[in-house]
């Protein structure tokens, strides 16, 4: 499966933006999608997942309430809604694929992975 990232820009803090992750492949509803970011100088990290099974979502402690992530499978997309953005959320965020049912918030379980979309919140 193909990834690309898309809809990243500079908002002020408090603002919103939409991440949105479409795929290739016919099989795309099977796959957990998760959100990562990495901000400079710092690793990647998880940001919130969705499993392929049951839409179940996860999200790390830093954006529980503020972030929401969705899927269409019919368009192949899946969908980071970021609101009340803070300057600490600045950073490239990717969205990553992984076909078995690994933990969401591990990156070692994902295999297909799209180029980054970068995102600053300015303060």
């Known amino acids: 499966v193909q990834l690309q990232a898309s809809g990243g820009g500079l908002v002020q803090a408090g603002g919103s933006l939409r991440l949105s992750c479409t795929a290739s492949g016919r099989t795309f509803s099977r796959y957990t999608i998760g959100w990562f970011r990495q901000a400079p100088g710092k690793e990647r990290e998880f940001v919130a997942a969705?499993?392929?099974?049951?839409?179940?979502?996860h999200y790390a402690d830093s954006v529980e309430g503020r972030f929401t992530i969705s899927r269409d499978n019919a368009k192949n997309a899946v969908y980071l809604q970021m609101d009340s953005l803070k300057p600490e959320d600045t950073a490239v965020y990717y969205c990553a694929a992984q076909l078995y049912s690994g933990n969401p918030s591990y990156i070692s379980n994902y295999a297909y992975w799209g180029q980054g979309t970068q995102v600053t919140v300015s303060s």
């Open positions: 969705i499993v392929w099974s049951d839409s179940r979502t």
